[in-house]
């Protein structure tokens, strides 16, 4: 890393949670950047970014260690997103029925809307969470705010490309809308903090800004030095998106 706004919030991380940060290049990840947050068993916190992300590096090792700064607030009870299996598979029995409209074979109908759910699922924990880090670094990093803004350009990009008809039509109805819904929440939210007034428009367009500003406003209602900000963002849009009876949350010590 060569950014000294790097340098700085790394120390944070280890000055508040007791674990350095070790940064893993994975060429296996699905997405640009993942974390693996320190445990009695792994004790160091694992950046695990991908070499197609490598020069926005920086920037990214600095979100994800703003977003362990608001995960470990409290090192007795650190949080962890978890699903509830039975509510899941519920979830995605009724998907099921309109990815069958597709004529797929059954084995596929399951394990296609199963892949969406989870990935909605992700997307509620990591949304609220990347606008929040995303705040903090924008804040705290002044260094970093160009490649924060040449990054939040192409993740937009990708983001935008699930409003495609193709893939609307291969999606269950609820989990394609509440996705969306999510995607327009962080286009917003970035046209607010970084000027960039095209990336909502997509959105805008098809309808989801409305949906979108809702989400945003029940994240501005949150006090932001809350102990607890992360877990009260996450189930604030869940609670908006019906989502809230699929996830629980267990606590443990760092």
Known sequence: MKNPDVDKVVALVKEQTGYEVSVTPDPSLSTNVAMRSATAQMPGHIVLLNPKCERFGDFLVALQCAMLLLKWRDRNRIPDFMLIPEKVQYFEAKGSNDVRKLKLPEQTE?????????????????????????????????????????????????????????????????????????????????????????????YESLGYTKGGRELLALLRAIPSDSTTAYVDAVNAWAGHLQLGPLVEWRYRRG
């Open 110 to 202: 399951r394990q296609d809307s199963s892949m969406l759910v989870q990935g909605l699922l992700q997307q509620l924990n990591s949304v609220p969470c990347s606008i929040l880090g995303g705040e903090w670094c924008y804040a705290n990093c002044p260094n970093l705010r160009s490649e924060q803004g040449l990054y939040m350009g192409l993740e937009l990009r990708q983001n935008s490309a699930s409003l495609a008809p193709a893939v609307k039509t291969q999606t269950p109805r609820d989990v394609f809308e509440k996705s969306v819904t999510m995607s327009a929440a962080y286009a917003l939210w970035w046209s607010d903090l970084g000027g960039e007034h095209l990336a909502p428009l997509p």
